[in-house]
Nanobody, 130 residues
Framework: VQLQASGGGLVQAGGSLRLSCAAS????????MGWFRQAPGKEREFVAA????????YYEDSVKGRFTISRDNAKNTMYLQMNSLKPEDTAVYYC????????????????????????WGQGTQVTVSS
């Protein structure tokens, strides 16, 4: 499985960006997908996740109401719409996939824990200026 994140950039506070994550693999529709971010000197942290049917989404508290995660299984692509961006959102954003539902037929991981995800994209830089 290969993941390719894109859409990062420089934006002023209050602005918006839309990140995309294109995935390979014939069973993308069975993957749990997530976004994580890592700021300089900080640990990688959970941002948002979405289950395989796109029926359930999960968010870190600081992004609730501002960020929206979605997926298009027909295009093997996941998105993160980021609105009302703040300087503290500045980080490298990584997309990740947990493929175990495709192989095991059920999900036993944690949407919030980076260790549950077995494939990672290369990251895309988001910089929010004040």
């Amino acid at each position: 499985v290969q993941l390719q994140a894109s859409g990062g950039g420089l934006v002023q506070a209050g602005g918006s960006l839309r990140l995309s994550c294109a995935a390979s693999g014939r069973t993308f529709r069975r993957y749990v997908m997530g976004w994580f971010r890592q700021a300089p000197g900080k640990e990688r942290e959970f941002v948002a996740a979405i289950n395989w049917s796109a029926g359930t989404t999960y968010y870190e508290d600081s992004v609730k109401g501002r960020f929206t995660i979605s997926r298009d299984n027909a295009k093997n692509t996941m998105y993160l719409q980021m609105n009302s961006l703040k300087p503290e959102d500045t980080a490298v954003y990584y997309c990740a996939a947990d493929t175990t539902p495709a192989t095991l037929g059920y999900y036993s991981g944690s949407y919030y824990y980076h260790g549950s995800y077995d494939y990672w994209g290369q990251g895309t830089q988001v910089t929010v200026s004040s």
